[in-house]
């Protein structure tokens, strides 16, 4: 095993042990600690058999596994920019009705109104 | 006094050097006038209130459309409120076009009126490029010309009780002009135009809106309905 294997798959160890300590229980993260189990499998298998990703780019049409993992990680990344920002826009507009809330509760009346 | 059904809301970011003159020229007319101090600290609520109208002060800025959200939600609340208008603190805009707004809203039974610097003949041309980016982003937006707008970023508007009661601006910043058209085209309001001018003097410029945020607008447009409300 190469040695840059081995950091690999203890970074990504690490990254399972992060997932499944979390303790948000609604049901959702739920899947979420599912489709992340399966990407450590995946990635662990990756790291151990870079080859194999090489044939299943073939498949689809692309030269190397490695190319073929770079457009996955471009097309995961525009996802999570845009769930983030959306995300944020959410924050907003919570944040806003909140500020809202307390601006009409201490609303000032003048003097001859 | 006339008018003791109108309330005019006026949104407020750090104004402090012209609010109390807007605030009591707006006063000379109208009896009712809520200023949204929308988290200046220089005293901008101080002042309206000090030239008579009633202050709500976002605890932190959030921008104009949700200013003017606070606004319409303070003055629709209060008892005996039939008619709303927003009016920019920078004095921008002329009192007796609200008046023409607010007499157009009863005569020709429309439930809200916005102002138009298009209309022809027009004393007030805004400067060349704005008018181009401004008429483009009327021409461009599917909602603006389904109500044959000519002008989708005036900040003067009239609307009655229906339509305060049913507004929901969601665009904290510039965007919520927009927005506005859209809840109209959603909701069924019956809008019209009238023309008014706009007094771009040194000051209204200098707190004008950056051209270049007429990207963030159309952005905001697109996405605008995809978000849960």
């Known amino acids: 095993m190469n040695w840059i294997q081995a950091l690999l798959i203890l970074a990504i160890v690490a990254l399972l042990v992060y997932l499944l300590r979390s303790r948000t229980s609604a049901r959702t993260k739920a899947w979420v600690k599912v489709g992340g189990v399966l990407f450590v499998i995946a990635a662990v298998y990756a790291v151990l058999r870079p080859d194999d990703t090489t044939v299943v780019a073939n498949w689809l049409g692309v030269d190397r596994g490695a190319d073929l993992i770079g457009y996955v990680l471009i097309i995961a990344f525009v996802f999570t920019t845009l769930s983030t920002y959306m995300r944020f826009k959410d924050l907003e507009l919570r944040y806003a009705r909140l500020a809202r809330a307390v601006a009409l509760q201490g609303a000032r009346v003048p003097d001859d109104g | ?229």
């Open chain 2, 1 to 229: 006094m006339r008018y003791q059904d109108v309330w005019i809301v006026v949104p407020a970011y750090k104004e402090a050097s012209v609010i109390g003159d807007v605030i009591s020229d707006i006063r000379s007319v109208f009896d009712h006038v809520v200023c949204v101090d929308d988290g200046s600290k220089d005293g901008t609520g101080d002042l309206a209130l000090r030239a008579g109208a009633h202050v709500v002060s976002h605890p932190v800025n959030l921008g104009q459309g949700a200013a003017i959200q606070t606004g319409v939600e303070y003055a629709r609340s209060q008892p005996g409120a039939q008619v709303f208008a927003t009016f920019d603190a920078d004095g921008q805009h002329r009192l007796k076009d609200v008046i023409a707004m607010i007499d157009r809203l009863s005569t020709d039974d429309v439930d809200m009126v916005v102002g138009t610097r298009f209309a022809e003949p027009s004393a007030s041309k805004p400067p060349l490029l704005k008018r181009i980016i401004l008429r483009a982003a009327a021409l461009l937006s599917p909602n603006s010309r389904q109500l044959r707008l000519t002008d989708a970023h005036n900040g003067l508007r009239v609307f009655n009780k229906k339509v305060a009661d049913g507004l929901n601006i969601t665009m904290n910043g510039m965007s919520h002009a927009s927005e506005f058209i859209a809840l109209a085209v959603e909701n069924g309001w019956r809008v019209a135009e009238e023309p008014v001018e706009i007094l771009y003097t040194d000051y209204s410029k200098s707190k004008g809106q950056p051209l270049l945020n007429g990207v963030n607008i159309i952005f905001d447009g697109l996405l605008r309905g995809r978000l849960s409300r």
